[in-house]
């Protein structure tokens, strides 16, 4: 347990499918990551919220959509997804302003499009 | 961000010292140095940071040079848990957000 929950841990959804990931912090956290793991490629940086604001959508097709309540919980909403989407999704926070700190990860969800 | 270069794959034998390098070399003056490793499957762990001094915590030591243009993370006494993919990140750290860009890292496999 690191601090960061995401659920599910596994996830099967069909194309036509709506469901979403959930992540929640418990740190105390201002600065909230969504990022992608595709098979044997690096993370790809999705989403960030500061302060509960969107501030980097990085060219994330709109079938993603990041919804940020408050600063502890962060949500992916999945709609129309295509079997390339299957991957490792992470969430993370990070504090932002004062003493350079780390980000801290949560256990991903592990997302199978059929 | 600066670009870091880090060897694909290395390997250890259980016990002994795993020595990581990655080099930095455009690396500039408000950038630290962050490593993290990835087990399997699971999110990325923070291990340690800095910006030009050595520092150790419980898991590991890292060591800059004096130029700052590589560093390298020790892992005292490599288990078989430690088999892992290790990255070197350089990040800076403006008053607001800064992002973490992950590259491929390293593949470090401890064997018995």
């Known amino acids: 347990e690191t601090g960061v929950t995401q659920t599910p841990r596994h996830l099967v959804m069909g194309m036509t499918n709506k469901k979403s990931l959930k992540c929640e912090q418990h740190?105390?956290?201002?600065?909230m990551y969504w990022y992608k793991q595709s098979a044997k490629k690096p993370l790809e940086l999705m989403f960030v919220?500061?302060?509960?604001?969107?501030?980097e959508n990085n060219s994330v097709p709109s079938r993603f959509s990041p919804e940020c309540p408050n600063s502890s919980h962060l949500f992916l909403h999945l709609h129309t997804l295509q079997p390339e989407d299957s991957a490792l999704y992470l969430c993370a926070s990070s504090q932002v302003g004062g003493r350079p700190t780390g980000y801290t990860f949560g256990s991903g969800t592990r997302l199978t499009v059929v | 961000d600066a670009k870091t270069t880090q060897p694909t794959s290395m390997d250890c034998a259980e016990g002994r010292a795993a020595n990581l390098p990655c080099n930095h070399s455009?690396?500039?003056?408000?950038?630290?140095v962050y490593w993290y490793r990835q087990i399997h499957s699971q999110g990325p762990q923070y291990i340690i940071h800095?910006?030009?001094n050595n520092e150790t915590n419980e898991m590991a030591s890292l060591i800059i040079t004096e130029d700052r243009k590589s560093s390298t993370l020790i892992l005292p006494h490599a288990t078989l848990r430690d088999t892992a993919v290790y990255y070197c990140?350089?990040?800076?750290?403006?008053?607001?957000?800064?992002?973490?860009?992950f590259g491929k890292g390293t593949m470090l496999l401890v064997s018995p």
């Open positions: 919220y500061n302060f509960k604001e969107q501030t």
């Open positions: 455009t690396i500039s003056g408000n950038e630290y």
């Open positions: 990140i350089v990040r800076s750290h403006p008053s607001g957000y800064s992002t973490l860009t």
């Open positions: 740190l105390g956290h201002n600065a």
């Open positions: 800095g910006l030009k």
